[in-house]
Structure formats: structure tokens, C-alpha cells
């Protein structure tokens, strides 16, 4: 599901606007906003770091290495790619987003990692 996040995320406002809590809750299987949030959290450092990474990825294409430290070089596509990234909504955003969509499945495991029915 984090695959091609860029693209399901652009139209979303990255502004943080207020929730009701009560949606938070009428989710099956969710008791409280506690657990609601945790499932949010989890997902979130996911997408954080897919994110992180493919922003590195695209960014390490134009790493030169130089002699000197005080040696800048300015690459306007470099400067591109990093302001859609800064545009983007955060990954909170994101997920509470998905969350509040049911497009976020979720699953419960006990302690040695089987799906509890």
C-alpha cells in the first residue's frame, strides 16, 4: 500500500484541520481512541520511512563528490524534487487520512505474532 504514495496524497490538504474523535472510534475492532492511534502511529513511521528513502534515492542521483566542503553546486532539479517532497502532507496526515477512509487495513497479533480473530 505505500507503493506510488506520492501520487494518492497530492490532492490532499496538508493543512491540519480539525477531526471528530468519535470517527476515531466507530471503526470494527477499535475500542478506543488509544488504540486508534496506535494503529495510526504504526502506519505513519511505515510511510515515514518509504518516503525518507525514496526522497534519499532520488537525491543520491545528484551527489557529487567534490574536493572541497565549501564547494556548493545548486541543481535546479534537485531544488524540485525536495520542494514536492516539503509540499506533501505529513505522514500523520496521511495515515489519519486513510484511517478515517477505511482505506487502512490493520490487523491484531498476540505475542508470538498470529492474527487474533
Known amino acids: 500500500m505505500t507503493k506510488d504514495i506520492k501520487a494518492r496524497v497530492q490532492g490532499q490538504d496538508p493543512n491540519i484541520t480539525p ?22 502511529i504504526k502506519r505513519t ?14 537525491l543520491e542521483d545528484f551527489t557529487l563528490t567534490h574536493e572541497s566542503i565549501e564547494e556548493v553546486i545548486e541543481n535546479r532539479e534537485q531544488i524540485e524534487i525536495t520542494k514536492f517532497y516539503e509540499k506533501l502532507p505529513s505522514p500523520a496526515m496521511i495515515v489519519m487520512n486513510e484511517y478515517l477512509e477505511d482505506k487502512l487495513e490493520y490487523e491484531y497479533r498476540d505475542e508470538e505474532g498470529n492474527t487474533i480473530d
Open 19 to 40: 477531526k471528530d474523535i468519535n470517527k476515531f472510534i466507530e471503526k470494527e475492532g477499535v475500542n478506543s481512541i488509544y488504540e486508534a492511534l496506535a494503529i495510526i
Open 45 to 58: 513511521k511505515f510511510i515515514t520511512y518509504d518516503l525518507k528513502e525514496e526522497l534519499k534515492s532520488k
